[in-house]
């Protein structure tokens, strides 16, 4: 059901706060019974959006303020002072609604390192169970991957562009193992992405997990609503204050709160709430719940930057640039669900070390069959291709060192708060990056790509030496987009865990976090599926808990 709740029936058993990746998961797994009682709180509004549904539309969403918070951080110090632009989900579905739909997991050392920080229960033995429970894999269920869960899994051997076969094959050439599917036995390789696509449709969390269960009288989805605070009563959290259609509500949860806003909006409503560093929220006139340290601490993302190329040959700049082509791949959608459209423009991967003296691949890699250097900041360049045939080739890190934070700047719930994610602040990272661009080079200049290339257009064959390339990296570098760790879990909130091991938020009661804001550490690779997970696993541990 998706209706407004009123002053006589103003409860839930769990309230939900976000309707993103996460909290589609819990809507769909605690209302199952038919009975518990579920209202999921989403600022955003509807997912029915040629943008959502149609895969390559991200590219629409990117920038759309119907469907985006359209964050921009503070200038990155090292990265020649510039605002990175932030977008993050505000549409049912989250950020799973306008994402590029790389299906990745990440590595099993990532979450036995959970497990090994004081988390028990997050080992990789632990979560393949909700990893598999989770997905309907299109090439069939095997002893890592599932079949016939609500998440789509697609492969796209059989409809990616010729040019992506060419740069798997150069990547062997270049001395990379071929890989078929990066979430089985091991991550290293190149190859070809799986995407979270059915029927040639985008299969998000609301796609997979929510839009059936709105059917059960006993949840309620209620969008457009801004959530202000979380309510406690001493240090019990009881319910929400949230705002829609400029009238201000409120709603009790008589078992839990449960904040799944992601890894920006949930510190900044725990903050918001009372719950952060006791002087910060002091200074802003905020009245302190409970002092946490951790709150927005630990922010962690992924970094990367692509080597452009001007082809020899058609790729998709000359089908997604002019009119014509676009009307011709258009009308392909329409009556096949097929097409370019139906893709991500990520098609072509991979995961490699960057020394041989690395225990596992610390490097991550993109190909696109279409090239875009010229697009405004903040807008989003899928629609505007290059004029020239060319192709991307991209690299970013799996396990940044540095580290930065994230903190409301005043009481106001509407005002964004202040992003510092202090990229290349650990100079190792610098460094390791600087390392993944002879591997995007030796697979550009590797057969049979290297047939298919005429030039490198940026940073060009000037930029050689590697000082010219970290200055190349601090020059054009930015986020991939996978935020998170700002609520991290662990066992000791005095070194800045905020949630336990079951997710419950330290120091107070009622009141649990579920989303990217948990992580410990960032995973190895894209952020949805391991989000997705934690879904999973949290609505275990809920259920569990209350029998």
């Not at 802003?284 to 709150?295: P, T, W, Y």
């Not at 991967?349 to 069959?369: A, H, I, W």
Request: aromatic fraction near 8%.
């Amino acid at each position: 059901m998706n209706e407004e709740v009123t002053p006589n029936d103003a409860q839930a058993d769990y309230v939900i706060i976000g309707a993103g990746s996460a909290g589609c998961v819990l809507a769909d797994r605690l209302s199952a019974d038919g009975k518990t009682r579920v209202v999921v709180l989403e600022a955003g509004g509807s997912d029915f959006n040629f943008w959502v549904r149609m895969p390559i539309g991200y590219g629409g969403a990117f920038h759309h303020p119907k469907l985006n918070w359209r964050y921009t951080t503070e200038p990155e110090t090292e990265l020649d002072q510039r605002r990175i632009y932030w977008p993050r989900g505000r549409v049912i579905g989250g950020s799973s609604s306008i994402n590029a739909m790389v299906f990745i997991r990440g590595q099993a050392e990532d979450y036995d390192g959970w497990h090994a920080m004081g988390n028990p229960g997050w080992a990789y033995q632990d979560v393949l169970p909700h990893f598999k429970r989770m997905e309907d894999n299109l090439a069939g269920a095997d002893t890592w991957r599932g079949a016939g869960g609500p998440i789509s899994v697609s492969p796209i051997d059989r409809s990616a562009h010729p040019l992506s076969r060419d740069y798997v094959a150069a990547g062997m050439a270049a001395g990379l193992p071929n890989n078929a599917d990066f979430n089985g036995e091991t991550q290293e390789g190149v190859g070809l992405y799986q995407i979270t696509t059915r029927n040639g449709f985008r299969c998000s969390a609301a796609t997979g997990y929510l839009n059936k269960a709105r059917r059960r009288e006993n949840l309620r989805v209620i969008t457009g609503a801004h959530v202000t605070r979380i309510l406690f009563s001493g240090r019990q959290a009881y319910g929400v204050e949230f705002q829609r259609g400029g009238a201000l509500q409120r709603i009790a949860a008589t078992r839990e709160v449960i904040l799944s806003a992601g890894a920006v909006n949930s510190p900044q409503i725990l903050q918001l709430s009372g719950i952060g560093k006791a002087e910060h929220l002091k200074a802003l006139g905020i009245d302190v719940v409970h002092n946490a340290l951790g709150v927005g601490q630990n922010l962690q993302d992924h970094i990367g930057y692509d080597y452009i190329y001007e082809a020899t040959c058609p790729t998709l700049n000359e089908v997604l640039r002019p009119w014509l082509g676009r009307a011709m791949v258009g009308l392909r959608y329409v009556l096949t669900r097929g097409g370019p459209l139906s893709l991500s423009v990520n098609q072509g991967g991979g995961f490699f070390k960057s020394s041989p003296e690395r225990d596992r691949p610390n490097l991550q890699l993109y190909f696109s069959p279409v090239s875009y250097t010229r697009a405004m900041p903040g807008k989003r360049k899928l629609l505007a291709p290059d004029k020239f045939p060319g192709l991307l080739i991209g690299v970013s890190n799996c396990h940044p060192k540095s580290r930065g934070y994230l903190q409301i700047q005043s009481a106001d719930p509407f005002g964004a708060p202040e992003i510092r994610p202090r990229y290349l602040s650990a100079p190792e990272d610098l460094d390791e990056l600087a390392e993944g661009g002879s591997m995007l080079r030796r697979i550009a200049g590797s057969p049979p790509l290297a047939q298919s290339i005429k030039r490198e257009v940026l940073p060009g064959a000037d930029v050689s030496d590697m000082e010219a390339i970290r200055d190349d990296i601090r020059q054009r570098a930015g986020t991939v987009f996978h935020a998170c760790g700002t609520c991290m879990m662990g066992p000791d909130p005095a070194v800045g865990a905020v949630v336990d091991a079951r997710l419950n938020v330290h120091g107070v009661a009622g009141l649990r976090v579920v989303d990217a804001s948990v992580f410990p550490r960032i995973t190895s690779g894209n952020l949805n599926a391991p989000t997705i997970m934690v879904g999973e696993k949290a609505a275990e541990m809920i259920q569990e808990d209350w029998g």
